[in-house]
């Protein structure tokens, strides 16, 4: 019962949008390479949560892992292109949803009707249903005709290329990895341990830079969740593969980058637990900010899926085990 907890209560949405702010170029280089040909990465580019998160409360339609509303500057401007300036509104969805292509067009337009500036939509689809690629929405009536087209990437298509993913130095290229065999391994948490292993295991052979690592290792916990013991089991397996194959980080180094991964772990706690119990933040920040100890942080975000009371969450927090 406890890993059949932990599926249902799987939440990819936080490190799907931590992981977009932390490598958006990258995530447009991997995903829609075209489109990240015509951005200016030389000029800076803004994320507007709030923003779009109004948009999506006036809307208040479906369900999706994450969304992201950014301010790109393209590379030039031509005709066709007076202003550089765009808004790139993206979708992550994790499941079929017969009125997709309808929301994508709603949030399009009410985007552009708010702030008078065009509007570029993508959908990056990480459900597991290979045939299903909504990038149209149209109606006609009376002579008036609608359409809207808009390009997705399914991610169930990196599949085909496992060696690609493994040879990447794309750091979405993890991240897909660990997602696909989150969804391949449902119901055999010995397979997922060993997948998950695996993935850890290519990230350090990786050429990527030190802190890119560590982040992705925090991203890998999060999208392939195990129950307590084989998480014991990873966590000493993927110390082993961090002794052997990063040798050369100073205690300085590591304390640093351990300071920044618990950050991490503590607003990530802090998500879960308030999409569990709303309004408790308040209560349960102080014990979560007082834990530092990344081992048991990566324990505790492990297990919040099978909490089921504030007690329950209260003694996970202050059980020092």
């Known amino acids: 019962m406890e890993s059949l907890n932990i599926i249902r209560n799987n939440d990819y949405d936080t490190p799907w949008?931590?992981?977009i702010e932390l490598f958006f170029p990258e995530f447009m280089t991997m995903f829609f390479p075209e489109a990240a040909r015509e951005i200016d990465w030389t000029a800076e580019y803004e994320f507007l949560d709030k923003e779009l998160q109004q948009i999506v409360r006036d809307a208040e339609l479906g369900k999706r892992f994450a969304d992201k509303l950014v301010r790109v500057q393209l590379r030039s401007?031509?005709?066709?292109?007076?202003?550089?300036?765009?808004?790139?509104?993206?979708?992550?969805?994790?499941?079929?949803?017969?009125?997709?292509?309808?929301?994508?067009?709603?949030y399009h337009y009410r985007l552009f009707d708010?702030?008078?500036?065009?509007?570029?939509?993508?959908?990056?689809?990480?459900?597991?249903q290979p045939h299903w690629r909504p990038q149209e929405f149209s109606y006609k009536a009376l002579g008036c005709s609608v359409q809207m087209q808009f390009p997705v990437c399914k991610m169930s298509d990196f599949a085909d290329d496992w060696q690609g993913l493994e040879t990447s130095t794309n750091p979405?290229?993890?991240v897909v990895m660990a997602h696909l065999k989150a969804q391949q391994t449902r119901g055999n948490m010995e397979e997922r341990l060993h997948s998950k292993i695996y993935i850890a295991r290519a990230l350090y052979k990786s050429t990527m830079p030190k802190a890119t690592v560590l982040e992705l290792m925090r991203?890998?916990?999060?999208?392939?969740?195990?129950?307590?013991?084989?998480?014991?089991?990873?966590?000493?397996?993927?110390?082993q593969l961090e002794d052997t194959s990063?040798?050369?980080y100073a205690d300085f180094e590591l304390k640093a980058m351990n300071k920044g991964l618990s950050q991490g772990f503590?607003?990530?706690?802090?998500?879960?637990?308030?999409?569990?119990?709303?309004?408790?933040?308040s209560?349960?920040?102080?014990?979560?900010?007082?834990?530092?100890?990344?081992e048991r942080l990566r324990r505790i975000t492990a297990a919040i899926a099978s909490v089921q009371t504030v007690e329950e969450a209260k003694m996970l927090l202050t059980q020092n085990t």
Do not use: N
């Not at 401007?77 to 550089?84: F, I, S, V, W, Y």
């Not at 708010?114 to 597991?128: C, H, I, N, Q, W």
């Not at 349960?284 to 990344?294: K, L, Q």
């Open 172 to 174: 979405f290229a993890i």
């Open 17 to 19: 949008k931590e992981a």
């Open 246 to 248: 990063m040798p050369y």
């Open 219 to 239: 991203f890998l916990d999060w999208l392939i969740t195990l129950p307590e013991g084989l998480q014991e089991q990873f966590t000493t397996t993927s110390y």
């Open 266 to 281: 503590h607003q990530s706690i802090l998500i879960l637990l308030e999409s569990k119990f709303p309004g408790m933040e």
């Open 114 to 128: 708010k702030y008078d500036r065009r509007v570029a939509s993508m959908a990056l689809l990480t459900d597991e």
């Open 283 to 294: 209560v349960f920040a102080p014990m979560v900010e007082d834990i530092h100890d990344i």
């Open 77 to 106: 401007a031509d005709e066709e292109r007076r202003e550089q300036i765009l808004l790139l509104h993206i979708e992550v969805q994790g499941q079929v949803e017969s009125d997709f292509a309808k929301r994508m067009f709603v």
